[in-house]
């Protein structure tokens, strides 16, 4: 369709939107698309069975912030976020998911994002290794489709802190011996 197009402006407005929004009907009055394409449906699907919540829960680690995976009531997830000093549900009121039909964890309704769990195999020095990562699905930009990415990496159990390590959590701690030119400012 050779068709382009730049938004810019200021605070107040979803730009993704407009553009989307802007392109597509572009395309259906220049006849390169026969309708607009219908929103996805976020109406959470049916019921199913959900897998054995062992092998999801447990920590998982995020570009924003831990995520904790735990086994809830009547075979649901609850995912929680770490702020700061404390964890606080995701997304749903009560961060509760159940397994759906389609393969996702869903919250009561569509409005929050969907989740899943992937595990990836890779080679490191000849032995493989096995990752979990948790996958987050969102209706995105006007709505007419989903954008999927990795929320975070499963991590493994670790042996707990020594108490010498335990008793200095929360205190502060002042860097002093670092040499200025050990990091590079840019400028």
């Given at each position: 369709?050779?068709i382009?197009?730049?938004?810019?402006?200021?605070?107040?407005?979803?730009?993704?939107?407009?553009a989307e929004?802007?392109?597509?009907?572009?395309l259906?009055?220049?006849?390169?698309i026969k309708?607009?394409?219908?929103?996805?449906d976020?109406?959470?699907a049916?019921?199913?069975?959900?897998?054995?919540?062992?092998?999801?829960?447990?920590?998982?680690?995020?570009?924003a912030a831990?995520?904790?995976v735990?086994?809830?009531?009547?075979?649901?997830l609850?995912l929680?976020q770490?702020?700061?000093?404390?964890?606080?549900?995701?997304?749903?009121?009560?961060?509760?998911?159940?397994?759906?039909?389609d393969?996702?964890?869903?919250?009561?309704?569509?409005e929050h994002p969907s989740?899943r769990?992937q595990?990836?195999?890779a080679?490191?020095?000849?032995?493989?290794?096995?990752?979990?990562?948790?996958?987050?699905?969102?209706?995105?930009?006007?709505g007419?489709?989903?954008t999927t990415?990795?929320?975070?990496?499963?991590?493994?159990?670790?042996?707990?802190?020594?108490?010498?390590?335990?008793a200095?959590?929360?205190?502060?701690?002042?860097?002093?011996n670092?040499?200025?030119?050990?990091?590079?400012?840019?400028?």
């Amino acid at each position: 369709a050779r068709i382009a197009l730049l938004v810019t402006g200021n605070n107040g407005y979803q730009p993704l939107q407009v553009a989307e929004g802007i392109v597509l009907r572009a395309l259906h009055e220049s006849h390169h698309i026969k309708a607009l394409p219908t929103k996805v449906d976020t109406t959470p699907a049916a019921p199913a069975t959900p897998p054995d919540p062992s092998g999801l829960t447990g920590l998982y680690a995020s570009g924003a912030a831990p995520i904790k995976v735990m086994a809830g009531p009547n075979g649901s997830l609850v995912l929680s976020q770490w702020h700061g000093n404390a964890w606080q549900p995701m997304n749903a009121a009560d961060g509760r998911y159940t397994f759906r039909a389609d393969g996702w964890w869903w919250a009561e309704t569509g409005e929050h994002p969907s989740y899943r769990f992937q595990e990836m195999a890779a080679e490191e020095d000849g032995t493989i290794v096995h990752y979990q990562y948790l996958i987050r699905r969102i209706p995105w930009g006007t709505g007419y489709h989903y954008t999927t990415m990795p929320a975070g990496q499963r991590l493994q159990p670790r042996e707990p802190l020594p108490a010498t390590w335990q008793a200095r959590l929360g205190t502060t701690w002042q860097f002093v011996n670092d040499a200025p030119d050990s990091v590079q400012q840019v400028l």
